[in-house]
């Protein structure tokens, strides 16, 4: 079983569509996150839930909007597309506290045209 | 955010040991030293951690200097499949608010591993 598995793992999609990418973690994990890999390859953090609370909320477009419906999943929803959206985006998760590592989903590589 | 400085680039021979350095000169107290690595076209790896003193696990070793200023994550014999690029990240456990120790990845060092 993946731990943290996104779907999906491709998205093509145009200009000023709406998009979602979903999230579930099957680790027991209370905190969950989302990063966008740009084509520079930066790893840059944009949202974190932690038991279905927004805790991060790094400056990002508000066409970006994170929903956590429970504590194993977080879904991005993505207003109005645009170009520079184009990236691969990340889900994580991990235990509460400090002394633990992130667990990475495989990633969402989204192209907008 | 606390800062690291790692090298652009290293390269190593298969089955030989690599030490990848990681410079933390401003590190605070209550800062761990995260390292992952980001294998191509695969989501970033969790590899280990450490607050003050060296650390061991099966993929490698963590060496913290005693002023814990730099840290050195040693791989103990590379193979074709440690190629990857590898962050040095520190995570402040005093963090609150809007920052809840957040990683917050460099540019990291990639590592070539040559047959």
């Known amino acids: 079983d993946t731990a943290v598995s996104q779907t999906p793992k491709y998205l093509v999609t145009q200009m000023g569509n709406d998009k979602s990418i979903k999230c579930e973690q099957n680790l027991g994990h209370d905190t969950m996150y989302w990063y966008k890999q740009d084509s520079k390859k930066f790893l840059k953090i944009m949202f974190s839930y932690n038991n279905k609370e927004l805790i991060i909320n790094e400056t990002v477009p508000n066409r970006f909007s994170p929903k956590s419906p429970d504590k194993a999943h977080l879904n991005l929803h993505i207003n109005s597309l645009e170009l520079g959206d184009s990236a691969v985006y990340f889900c994580?998760?991990?235990?509460?506290?400090?002394?633990?590592?992130?667990?990475f989903g495989s990633g969402t590589r989204l192209t907008v045209v | 955010d606390a800062k690291t400085t790692q090298p652009n680039s290293m390269e190593s021979n298969e089955e030989e040991p690599v030490h990848l350095p990681c410079n933390h000169s401003?590190?605070?107290?209550?800062?761990?030293i995260h390292w992952y690595r980001q294998l191509p076209s695969q989501g970033p790896e969790y590899v280990i951690h450490?607050?003050?003193s060296n650390v061991n696990n099966r993929m490698a070793s963590l060496a913290i200097a005693e002023d814990r200023k730099s840290s050195t994550l040693i791989l103990h014999r590379a193979t074709l499949r440690d190629a990857a690029v590898y962050y040095c990240?520190?995570?402040?456990?005093?963090?609150?608010?809007?920052?809840?120790?957040?990683?917050?990845f460099g540019q990291g060092t990639i590592l070539t591993v040559h047959p």
């Open positions: 450490g607050l003050t």
């Open positions: 401003t590190i605070s107290g209550t800062d761990y």
């Open positions: 990240i520190l995570r402040d456990a005093n963090a609150g608010g809007t920052s809840y120790g957040k990683l917050t």
């Open positions: 994580a998760s991990s235990r509460d506290g400090f002394n633990y590592g992130y667990t």
